[in-house]
């Protein structure tokens, strides 16, 4: 990976993983704050339950659901 190229990986069962250098804004062109110890320039995940209390980003409460969309390219 590129020092300026940005990874996200779905992760199965699980969060989006964003690594590299970025900036998640709102549809307002807000930006988020990241929350305490998170650094935007290594990786952060992203929710994609929807039930993170902490959302955008995600607090690992998929793991508590019956939640299980599977997503691979093949």
């Given at each position: 990976m590129a020092d300026d190229e940005v990874v996200i990986t779905v992760?199965?069962?699980g969060s989006l993983r964003v690594a590299g250098?970025?900036?998640l804004v709102d549809?307002?062109?807000?930006?988020?704050?990241?929350p305490?110890?998170?650094?935007?320039?290594r990786e952060v995940t992203l929710c994609r339950c929807g039930e993170?209390?902490?959302?955008?980003?995600?607090?690992?409460?998929?793991?508590?659901?019956d939640w299980?969309?599977?997503t691979r390219t093949t």
């Open positions: 992760k199965p069962n250098p970025f900036r549809v307002d062109g807000n930006v988020f704050d990241l305490e110890g998170w650094d935007p320039d993170s209390a902490i959302r955008p980003f995600c607090d690992s409460t998929h793991k508590k659901l299980s969309p599977e």
